[in-house]
């Protein structure tokens, strides 16, 4: 019980160290420079009392109130605090150290550069409270409210604030290094630039916390409530985030290499530029994820959730995604050479110009995909999925394809040379103008492919199947075709020169102007064909070659030849409507760029993209006026004219290669552009 105590009942000079003051009442006392160290000052009044520079160490104050009191300065070591009532308080530059302060109230009170080193505040009330640069290294801080505090600069190195409510604090810079803040809440609270390197922060909620610039180095955040908050810029090397909810929250920029996030939600994040390079994405969600730019290289996501997510220029070379789940993702531009992509889903993705150098993707699924233009140098594609994918001018060169499936897929003008198609179903393909030299295609599947103008020379075909392909123009010199199906395939001007066609059969195909010198053909299967009718029944009748039936004059030809020409134009006008849009895509970009003022009107870009509209106009006008008006000359042409067929066909095959060479000139170009700004 606090007592009335009058002036002159204590007066300063009677106040001694080891005194009993306990429920004494100085309240509004003048109490400055006093020596009251370990004194009995439980229950005391010191309301509004001046206590500046007072030595207080070891003193016992549980229960007493210092509601407003003045402590600046004053000496509190080791004193005991517990229940005790400094509510709006001054202490400023106070020791107190080691004090013991369980179930204290601290609010609203002034702490700002005091020492609270190895205090104990266990459950204290510090709501509102100002700490700045206060010292509270190795304090017990468990159940603390310090909802509102602000603790800018403040030094928390090794405390512990497990279970502390800290909803709308301030600890902006401050040094929490080693810190434990186990089950903590910290919901909307401010650790910009903050130190949190090896904190112990499992379980924490911290919602809507901001952490840009801070470093959480090795920091334990398993299992934390982390809904959009913002790391901009934190850096969060070799972070436990395992199932750590990250839904919305900003990490543009942030360093999470060697993080473990496996198990982690982040469906709706902004990794934009992070860089995540041997970071661990186990099982983790990254639905509808932001990552452009980002560095995953040598990151693990396997059975990682990644629908829809933007890698677009992301770096995921040596990346770890077996198994990852990446349907209708945007990984345009991204580089995932040598990364292993065993069994992951892909559907719908956009890989358009992604580097997949030497990357494992065997057994995975790719259907629909758009990977034009991509590198899949030296890749293993065995046994994927591509049904449907257009792969138009995609880099296959040393590709493992093997029993890979690609029905109805676009390979228009693709590289495949030195490839290994062995097994792999290519039904309805088109790959027309694709260059397949030296390629394995032992026992694959082309019925029905558009191979018009395709390069196949030097390449083996045991037991493929062609039947009713389209192989017009087509260079298949010096190949291998035993065993191979060609019945009623489309072989008009095609180069067999050099081939062996050995138990081949031809049945039903159309050999029109077809080239077969120094050709072998032996034991091989004829009949119902066009064209060819002499040179075949001259050359190879001896040679074990089987003739079922009779051949069709050439007469019969003509709408054949003209449904040749209407082909090419077809894919012509594909390509110039392709061309037309890389070239609007690369001036929007360029255009977004000048809004972002990352580039004015001066850049050469712009003068690149003038020079390509004056490419593409003149060329478009060329065929427009030149080739067209040849073919339509001859589209009127009678059954006595067909000799000016190769020379049209020709024309406009020549056409597509150069249409093919400008696309890539363009999209080079937005490559250039991208690199110089950063954006990949």
Not at 472 to 494: F, I
């Amino acid at each position: 019980m606090i007592t009335s105590a009058t002036s002159a009942s204590y007066m300063e000079e009677n106040l001694q160290p080891y005194g009993d003051y306990s429920g004494q009442n100085f309240e509004g006392r003048i109490l400055i420079n006093i020596n009251l160290n370990h004194a009995n000052l439980s229950n005391t009044n010191f309301n509004g009392a001046n206590l500046t520079n007072a030595n207080l160490s070891g003193a016992n104050l549980s229960g007493a109130t210092l509601r407003g009191a003045s402590l600046i300065d004053a000496n509190l070591s080791g004193a005991i605090l517990t229940n005790t009532i400094l509510r709006r308080a001054n202490l400023k530059n106070a020791n107190l150290r080691e004090v013991q302060a369980t179930n204290a109230n601290f609010g609203s009170s002034k702490l700002s550069n005091a020492c609270l080193v190895k205090a104990s505040l266990i459950k204290s009330q510090i709501r509102g409270a100002d700490l700045t640069s206060a010292d509270l290294g190795q304090a017990n801080l468990r159940e603390v409210d310090l909802t509102g505090a602000r603790l800018v600069e403040a030094q928390l190195c090794n405390c512990d604030l497990s279970l502390a409510t800290i909803n709308r604090a301030n600890f902006k810079q401050a040094n929490l290094e080693g810190a434990v803040l186990k089950e903590a809440i910290l919901n909307n609270s401010t650790m910009d630039r903050a130190n949190l390197n090896q904190a112990d922060l499992r379980e924490i909620e911290a919602r809507c916390v901001r952490l840009t610039n801070a470093t959480l180095c090795n920091a334990n955040l398993h299992k934390a409530k982390l809904r959009r908050s913002n790391f901009t810029g934190a850096n969060l090397e070799g972070v436990n985030l395992q199932e750590a909810q990250l839904h919305e929250a900003k990490l543009k920029e942030a360093n999470l290499q060697a993080a473990n996030l496996s198990g982690a939600t982040l469906t709706g994040a902004n990794l934009h530029n992070v860089r995540m390079n041997h970071a661990i994405l186990r099982n983790a969600q990254l639905h509808g994820v932001f990552l452009r730019c980002g560095d995953l290289s040598d990151a693990i996501l396997t059975e990682a959730k990644l629908d829809r997510i933007q890698l677009r220029g992301a770096k995921l070379c040596h990346a770890n995604l077996a198994k990852a789940r990446l349907k209708n993702a945007d990984l345009s531009f991204a580089d995932l050479s040598y990364a292993n992509l065993n069994e992951v889903e892909l559907e719908g993705a956009n890989l358009y110009r992604a580097v997949l150098i030497k990357a494992q993707i065997s057994n995975a699924h790719l259907s629909r995909c758009n990977l034009i233009s991509a590198n899949f140098n030296e890749a293993d594609l065995s046994n994927s999925d591509l049904n449907h994918s257009d792969l138009s001018r995609a880099n296959l060169t040393k590709t493992d394809l093997s029993a890979a499936k690609l029905i109805g897929a676009k390979l228009i003008a693709s590289v495949l040379a030195d490839s290994n198609l062995r097994n792999a179903n290519l039904s309805r393909t088109n790959l027309s103008d694709a260059y397949l030299v030296s390629a394995e295609l032992g026992d694959c599947e082309l019925r029905r492919s558009n191979l018009s103008n395709a390069n196949l020379s030097d390449t083996m075909m045991y037991g493929a199947d062609l039947a009713g392909s389209n192989l017009l123009n087509a260079d298949l010199s010096n190949s291998q075709l035993e065993e191979t199906h060609l019945n009623r395939a489309y072989l008009v001007n095609t180069n067999l020169s050099n081939a062996r066609l050995i138990n081949t059969d031809l049945q039903g195909a159309d050999l029109t102007r077809i080239n077969l010198s120094d050709t072998k053909i032996e034991r091989s299967k004829f009949g119902g064909n066009q064209g060819g009718k002499n040179e075949i029944l001259e050359r190879f009748k001896n040679n074990g070659n089987i003739f079922t039936g009779s051949f069709v004059e050439s007469c019969f030809l003509l709408e054949e030849f003209k449904s040749d020409i209407k082909d090419r134009f077809s894919v012509i006008g594909e390509l110039f409507d392709e061309f037309e849009n890389v070239i609007d895509f690369l001036n929007a970009e360029a255009d977004s760029l000048e809004q972002l003022g990352r580039i004015d009107r001066s850049n050469w870009v712009f003068d690149r993209i003038a020079e390509y509209k004056i490419i593409f106009a003149n060329s478009r006008r060329k065929v427009d006026y030149n080739i067209q008006v040849e073919a339509g000359i001859f589209l009127d042409l009678g059954e006595d004219d067909t000799e000016d067929f190769a020379e049209i066909l020709n024309e406009v095959s020549v056409a597509v290669k150069t249409v093919v060479t400008n696309i890539k000139m363009v999209e080079n170009c937005q490559q250039q552009l991208y690199e110089e700004n950063g954006i990949i």
